[in-house]
């Protein structure tokens, strides 16, 4: 079983950045993809970046493309998600999964494992 957690989310004014950490439980996280998702009130929860082990590709929503980056510390078991120029549409609980076939992988049908969720709330 993998745990994973999320941390960094709270309220930034519109134009601001934040940084959001994923803890992984298991020193082989380096073998998966790691996704961040994102759910707003009364939305489908979408994909937001991942980072694919197999062929080391990375993927961004085209509405943070440019804006977000995901990054990974494979020492430390840490995934990152920096988010500049936070726009309020960009208001969700944001989660980082896991999805074990390592594959490019944009659905959450395709994640195995979920953190519970942080919040990101970016004020006009």
């Known amino acids: 079983e993998v745990q994973l957690v999320e941390s960094g989310g709270g309220l930034v004014q519109a134009g601001g950045s934040l940084r959001l950490s994923c803890a992984a439980s298991?020193?082989?996280?380096?073998?998966?993809?790691i996704g961040w998702f994102r759910q707003a009130p009364g939305k489908e929860r979408e994909g937001v970046s991942c980072f694919s082990k197999s062929d080391g590709s990375t993927y961004y929503a085209d509405s943070v493309t440019g804006r977000f980056t995901i990054s990974r510390d494979t020492a430390k078991n840490m995934v990152y998600l920096q988010m500049n120029s936070l726009k309020p549409e960009d208001t969700a609980v944001y989660y980082c999964a896991i999805d074990r076939t390592g594959l490019l992988a944009t659905s959450r049908r395709d994640y195995d494992y979920w953190g519970q969720g942080t919040q990101v709330t970016v004020s006009s």
């Open positions: 298991t020193s082989t996280f380096d073998d998966y993809t």
